[in-house]
């Protein structure tokens, strides 16, 4: 087991990684950005060193400063948490060839998974269902009309590189192809300095269906159920849950069984997320793996009972998995609000500020991650999110009526925050009854905030 790990990161997911090395006995080296020196990452970690200045580029994705730390201050592995260097191929290998260990899968597979056009091949070797789409990337706009033409509209332009929405636009028509493609790629290009793309047929309002799984080094790979994501507002979740009300127990076992498959085939090792559509005919594909934690783990977490942090960590440390797949169980249903400092009735204008006061819920079956305390600075130079409130419950009636009491009880003051919105979803009566996909938020928005 390790003696010291860096985290990689910063926030909630920096605070959750610290608690769970805390409990294995491991120390914890923080890094931190001059805007972040008195985040509660930094304050709770055993040691804490400054990487650079505010912006991502200066702190968390400089890597040289990274790794200096890593090894000036003896630590034996780093932990990228989620965002940032997670998905960085480079990274993976500059940390193993400091003499570290990543907590995550090689370089190899985050290069291999990472590049969808990639990852749709292999899972077409594997025999796991892909939405239908190009062979492969696409070069030019010329290109993107005849494969459109050639499979259908409407059609899903991504980014082979992309990630959290990012480098993606929809076309349902050839009048729309060319532009789709050219700014789909220019962005894909601003944001991750990669400008492959593929095409896919659209999906039209389908359920967002992701499985986690674990994989260690010994070729044992389990799934533990899947996460419901698919109240997303352009791209990025808002509520997940677990399980889904979609999936009949054949289905799940059918859809985790492809996930092992396209875990298994990508020789993946660590914890890893596999990602599906699925329409409203019951029939899934595969979209993308996500070869890192995700930001949602904690539903999974509360419905198995299992730390998905400890066991990246056992994993990395080339322990094997400590369960079988006829082990996992899952228990009632989870429900997790990611609550973000965003304006929403302000087409989510981000709201960086001082928070004045805030009072966190508790109870039965409650759960907070969160960097917050009473005047945090919330600042504009990172991702907007600032808590996720995670519930359950013994059955998914119980679990959002928690929730929805959770988010009475929560208090953010000093910015504006998605809290209100996410209390509305869960009173909205097709919510309730299991019935929407991930155009719900774009189709009763502005029936909510009315």
């Known amino acids: 087991m390790f003696k010291k790990i860096l ?28 805007a972040d ?40 592995a780093v932990h990228p948490g989620f965002g940032f260097l997670s998905e960085n191929a480079t990274f993976a290998r500059l940390v193993e060839e400091c003499g570290m260990t990543f907590i995550g899968p090689s370089g190899d597979v985050i290069d291999m998974m990472g590049n969808k056009s990639a990852a749709r091949k292999l899972m077409i070797s594997a025999k796991v269902p892909v939405v239908p789409g190009s062979k492969g990337s696409i070069k030019n706009a010329e290109e993107a009309v ?14 082979a590189a992309g990630g959290g929405g990012r480098g993606m636009r929809k076309a349902f028509s050839k009048d729309e192809i060319t532009q789709a493609f050219e700014t789909a790629r220019a962005e894909a290009k ?22 986690q799984i674990l994989a260690d080094n010994f070729g044992n790979v389990v799934h533990l159920g899947e996460r419901d994501c698919s109240i997303q507002r352009r791209n990025q979740k808002m509520i997940e849950e677990a399980p889904s009300k979609a999936l009949t127990p054949l289905l799940r076992e059918k859809m ?22 699925l329409d409203n005919k019951g029939n899934y594909y595969f979209i993308e793996m996500n070869t890192r ?19 990246q960590i056992r994993i990395a440390s080339n322990q094997p998995l400590s369960l079988k797949q006829n082990e996992i169980k899952l228990n009632g249903h989870a429900i997790e609000c990611r609550i973000n400092a965003e304006d929403f009735k302000h087409d989510f204008r981000p709201c960086p500020g001082i928070v004045d006061s805030v009072h966190i819920p508790g109870g039965l079956g409650v759960r907070i991650d969160t960097a917050l305390y009473q005047g945090y600075r919330v600042t504009s130079h990172y991702d907007s999110m600032v808590a996720k409130v995670i519930v359950h419950g013994n059955n998914r009636l119980e679990a959002i009526r928690r929730m929805r009491r959770v988010l009475e009880e929560l208090v953010i003051n000093g910015v504006e925050t998605t809290q209100e919105l996410q ?28």
């Open 423 to 450: 209390y509305l979803i869960l009173h909205h009566p097709e919510y309730i009854k299991g019935n929407f996909t991930t155009s719900f938020i774009e189709n009763n928005l502005d029936e909510m905030v009315r």
């Open 37 to 76: 020196e008195t985040s509660l990452h930094v304050q709770l970690s055993d040691e804490a060193v400054c990487v650079g200045g505010p912006k991502a580029m200066d702190s968390y994705l400089n890597m040289k400063n990274i790794l200096m730390a890593a090894t000036a201050l003896g630590c034996d």
């Open 293 to 311: 934690i995700q930001v949602e783990h904690p539903v999974t977490e509360m419905i198995t009972g299992i730390d998905l942090i400890r066991e």
């Open 256 to 277: 985790g069984a492809d996930a092992v498959k396209a875990a298994k085939a990508a020789n993946y090792a660590n914890a890893g997320t596999i990602e599906f559509v």
């Open 7 to 34: 985290i990689a990161n910063r926030g909630e997911i920096a605070v959750r990684i610290i608690r769970t090395c805390h409990e294995l006995g491991i120390e914890t080296v923080a890094i931190y950005s001059t």
């Open 190 to 211: 601003a944001c991750f300095n990669d400008d492959e793309m593929y095409i896919e047929k659209l999906i039209v309002d389908p359920k967002h269906i992701e499985f």
């Open 146 to 159: 005849t494969c459109a033409d050639e499979i259908g509209y409407p059609v899903l332009i991504k980014a």
